[in-house]
C-alpha cells in the first residue's frame, strides 16, 4: 500500500510563486515515477510534470520554464516549484505514482491564481 499526501497550495496573485509537497509513505522503495498533475474547473486532469527516481524530468508545454520539479529520495518526496503563475494555473493539484500497475494519487491540494 502507498498513500500520498500534497500539501502548499493556496492563493497567489497572477505572477507570483508557490512550491508544493508531495510525501510518500508505505511501500515507497519501489517507486520511480513520481508526477504532478491538475485538474481546472470543468476540464480533464492532465500531466503536469513527473521525474523518475533517477532525476529525469518531463514537463507540459505549458509549464516549461517557469514550473520545476524535484524529488528528495531519501525522504519520499516530490516537490513542484511553480513561478510566474497564471490564472489558467487555478486548480486542484495531485501527485500520483505507479506501483506494480496500480495508480496512487494523494487528494489534492488547492491552487487559486487571481488576476
Known amino acids: 500500500q502507498l498513500q500520498l499526501v500534497e500539501s502548499g497550495g493556496g492563493l497567489v496573485q497572477a505572477g507570483g510563486s508557490l512550491r508544493l509537497s508531495c510525501s510518500a509513505s508505505g511501500s515507497v522503495f519501489s517507486i520511480n515515477v513520481m508526477g504532478w498533475y491538475r485538474q481546472a474547473p470543468g476540464k480533464q486532469r492532465e500531466l503536469v510534470a513527473d521525474?523518475?527516481?533517477?532525476?529525469?524530468?518531463n514537463y507540459a508545454d505549458s509549464v516549461k520554464g517557469r514550473f520545476t520539479i524535484s524529488r528528495d529520495n531519501a525522504k519520499s518526496t516530490v516537490y513542484l516549484q511553480m513561478n510566474s503563475l497564471k490564472p489558467e494555473d487555478t486548480g486542484v493539484y495531485y501527485c500520483?505514482?505507479?506501483?506494480?500497475?496500480?495508480?496512487?494519487w494523494g487528494k489534492g491540494t488547492l491552487v487559486t491564481v487571481s488576476s
Open positions: 521525474i523518475t527516481r533517477g532525476g529525469t524530468t
Open positions: 500520483r505514482t505507479t506501483l506494480i500497475g496500480n495508480h496512487y
